[in-house]
Each structure stands twice: as C-alpha cells, then as structure tokens.
C-alpha cells in the first residue's frame, strides 16, 4: 500500500509540474503574440495619422498615391491575418473616408473621418488583447 501511495504521490506532482508548465506556456504565447500585434499598429499609426492629415488638409503636390496604395494594402493585408472582419470593414471604411477628402470630394465629412479612425483604433485595440469589438461604438 504504502508504495502505491508513492507512486501516487509522485504522479500528483508530476501532473502538477506538467500542468502549471503548460499552462505558463500558453500564457507567455499569448503575451507574445498580443505584443506582436501591438508593435505591428504602432507601427502603422504614423501611416494612419498621415492619412488623416492628407484628408482633412490635402496637399495635391505631396501626395503620392503609388506609396499610398502600397501602404495600405501592407496594412489591410496585415488586417487580414490578425484581425477580425470588424477591423477589415473599419479599415476599409476609414481609407474610403481618407480618399474622399483627399481627392476634395463632397462626401467628406471631418467628423465621420474621426469616428472611423477611432472606431477603427478600438477595433484594433480589441484585437490586440483577444477582446470583443462588438463594444466599439460604430460611426
């Protein structure tokens, strides 16, 4: 009897060490990943912030749609892999908003350019920490 409680015993703590490994594991892939996420938008805000800019006081000799084309599609190719369809469909809305006033259209409005750009910051954000963006507050 008394071996079997060794054994036991010894199992109990194998399973314990073998559990809290795994779980640790899971943890720091998790934190890894969401700093991925993280250092990937930082390093698309200035491009959004540039955007922003262009739309609202568009400078036609300094805009070079080639470069801008390129840079977007490098992010909603990215938003595609890591995000959830809410971020593909706001980044699609704010880059629509940002052609109009670049191009001085009438649908530009400055205020729905800012909710798209803060809907679509929420909607990265949430995805960047695996929470739900159905609590960001659509334009």
Avoid: N
Wanted: glycine share 6%.
């Amino acid at each position: 009897m008394a071996v079997i409680g060794m054994v036991l015993s010894f199992l109990s703590g194998a399973g314990t060490a073998v559990l809290t490994q795994f779980v640790t594991a899971r943890l720091q892939h998790k934190l890894k990943l969401e700093e991925t996420k993280l250092s990937m938008y930082l390093s698309w805000l200035p491009f959004l912030c540039e955007c922003y800019a262009q739309a609202v006081h568009p400078v036609r000799d300094q805009h070079d749609e080639p470069a801008f084309l390129q840079k977007k599609l490098e992010v909603m190719g990215a938003i595609q892999l890591i995000g959830p369809s809410e971020a593909i469909d706001a980044a699609s809305s704010f880059f629509e908003m940002v052609e109009c006033g670049s191009k001085g259209l009438k649908q530009f409005d400055e205020q729905a350019l800012h909710r798209r750009f803060t809907y679509l910051s929420c909607v990265l954000c949430c995805a960047i920490h695996g929470e739900d963006p159905g609590d960001c507050e659509k334009p």
